[in-house]
């Protein structure tokens, strides 16, 4: 069997498409940088790729639309099974190019997830307690409809339009030394390594709840985990993709874990400071810093992917400003640089946010 892998020419091809569709089907997002001390922490930049203002709320769309493009798409359209997000992102892609689409999404999807892909005109088909349920049953339903599937993470041309994304970050910026990256199946970070390849440090993070790259590394093959968790619904894949796999044996250095805790609070923090409103697997970036589990060096640029938005908004509401008190420490304890868990933005800073939208890549 010939194993799944991603060249650097898969990615041109990617750009090339997706260029073509921009602005209208797909957004080139804001990057955001921040001196490393708003964060209470010693690093000197961190930068917020703000990818959850992608149209369907997350990276997804990149690849969705990428695998939709370099396909001819049958009468029957698309099909796909996902937690939530690429069936968003698969939805609204298939809603613009006027095909129908079909979404298989386990129980675990949330409420809103579901609500959105109804809206975007999906025949929404819920089955099975996890993805991996959801995907023998879309693929079951593909054999006899032939509708184009589409893979949540695990096609060269999913994982390849995922990789516009770090295109387009050195677009407007330039390299930043190191890059965190949340991992479910593992498209965004096989696409994010297989474009810094090592000329930037490719940190992978999991919940501990739903840790498929972790667990991998560990047996020296993918191997099925169980996953539960507040980020299960993004990140709650079973078993890391094989085109995951394959580049993150190349490039990946670290794959560290997370608590529900730390996660919950980088979200918080996210919002009650930034006025981001991200879902719980786009803040593990910021958990890691945070909570002392990956510790940037000081003249580190460190770049954080918030990499959907898809959430109810009424869960960030109500908890109050998360204090000191409510630091919930990684293994090592905070960073040493941390003045506590959850400084304000330091008002004396002239630093203002900057925001580099950059030039196409291509
Ligand atoms: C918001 C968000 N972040 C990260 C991921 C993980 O992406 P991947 O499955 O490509 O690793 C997902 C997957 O659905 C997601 O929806």
Known sequence: MISLDIARSDIENALRRLA????????????M???GRQFGLDCAEVWLKLEQLQLGGSFKARGMLSRMLANEIPASGVIIASGGNAGIAAAAAAQALAVPCEVFVPLLASQAKRDRLRQLGASVVVTGAAYSEALEAC????????ALLLHAYDQVEVVAGAATL???IEAAAGLPDSVLVSVGGGGLIGGVAAWFENRARVVALEPTLAPTLFQARQAGQPV?????????DSLGAKRIGEIAWNVSQRYVKDALLLSDEVIRDAQLWLWNELKLAVEPAAALGLAALQSG??????????CLILCGANLDPTSLAGYGHPGPQGCHPGPQGCHPGLQGCHPGPDPGSSATPRLDCGSSPQ
Request: charged share 25%; proline share 9%; aromatic share 2%.
């Open 293 to 302: 589990a990956y510790r940037p060096q000081a003249q580190e640029r460190v």
């Open 20 to 31: 073509a569709r921009q602005p209208q089907l797909l957004r080139r997002t804001p990057l």
């Open 166 to 168: 770090a295109a387009e």
């Open 33 to 35: 940088k921040l001196p």
């Open 224 to 232: 099925d985990v169980s996953v539960s968790g507040i980020a299960a």
């Open 139 to 146: 693929l079951l339903r593909q054999r006899a409809s032939g």
